[in-house]
């Protein structure tokens, strides 16, 4: 059987000797999900001997006789009778990635989780408040502030007046709020910054076979601090207004009469419900395009030029530019999330005259 002389030169322009080109795209942009209910994290195998396994694969090609006649990763799952990769195998170094072309995955599982994501979501939410936790400590034992203090103050002030510009009503919980969803969107949209391949390829040598650093680049926390907002909406629209004033919002606007109840209804409704949906698409979509433009650099200068040493030098100076200006969307994207943050609930807070 002839091979298609096109196809051959389309795969050749998205591969390179040693580089699998749709493999490194497919495995950076993997979840490290683990199944509650079987323990098992998806797209992963437990082998005795990853060294064994690589070499069956030719992956490294450290020998002639292996790059005669590779195997398939099938050929060598069954070789080295691979099982199911538990969360408690994590860590010992015998878990490998799989991935498992062909096979269809449902959109939404409620026993699965991204544990990279949350896990790290959490930690940066621990670092804001230690960072905040210092500043105070420091803040009571010194007279004068130092640099660290001033910085502090400065996102406490520049916080505050967003606020006290945005929210008409008196209320003790926004500016703690806001300052909170800055500050942690902000840590975690900073962690696009690491360079893309550094951690996950530490934790593959002790046996993690996927991370996503980005908890902001997963569409599950985005959502699910969207909703929390949502949630609040609901709550501030009902404190302020009332029951009879919360449900006139929704009956008897943007048509005051009692036979366009049904349409108000449909308007209002699909415009509360978008609300959370955007403001957790917003920030899940730029920070997704910004992990995948690092991504795609590294693959660029990787095939048309070679990992090493030009196509990496070339790679990563392409990289700190990018990343310079990433910054600035980094810091953008969580104001935009604090200041309609505020805005929502101001408005469900506001009183109509």
Known sequence: MQNNPQEEQQGSLFTSPGFDTKEYITHHLNFLQIDLSTGNVLHSKKVDSVYDFNECLCGDGMTSKCMASPATEEQCLIKFHATDCKYSDLGSGKCIPVMEHGTKEPIFSPTVINIDSTLISIVMGFVFLALFGAAVRLSAKSKIPNKFLCAIEMVITFVNDTVESMFSVKNKL?????????????????????????????????????????????????????????????????????????????????????????VNMCLEIVSLLSKPISLGLRLFGNMYAGEIIFILITVLFTVLIGPVPLGGFLGGLVDVVWALFHILIITLQAFIFMVLTIVYLSLASTKDE
């Not at 902000?186 to 391949?197: E, K, S």
């Not at 951690?199 to 993690?208: E, T, W």
């Open 174 to 262: 926004i500016a703690p709020l806001s300052l909170t969803v800055f500050m942690w969107v902000f840590l975690m949209n900073l962690l696009d910054l690491i360079p893309v391949d550094l951690i996950p390829q530490i934790c593959s040598y002790i046996g993690v076979p996927y991370l996503r650093l980005v908890p902001s680049a997963d569409v599950n926390i985005t959502l699910a601090m969207s909703c929390s907002v949502f949630l609040l909406i609901i709550i501030y629209g009902i404190k302020y207004k009332g029951i009879t004033g919360f449900v006139k919002d929704y009956t008897r606007h943007p048509f005051d009469s009692v036979f366009m109840v049904p």
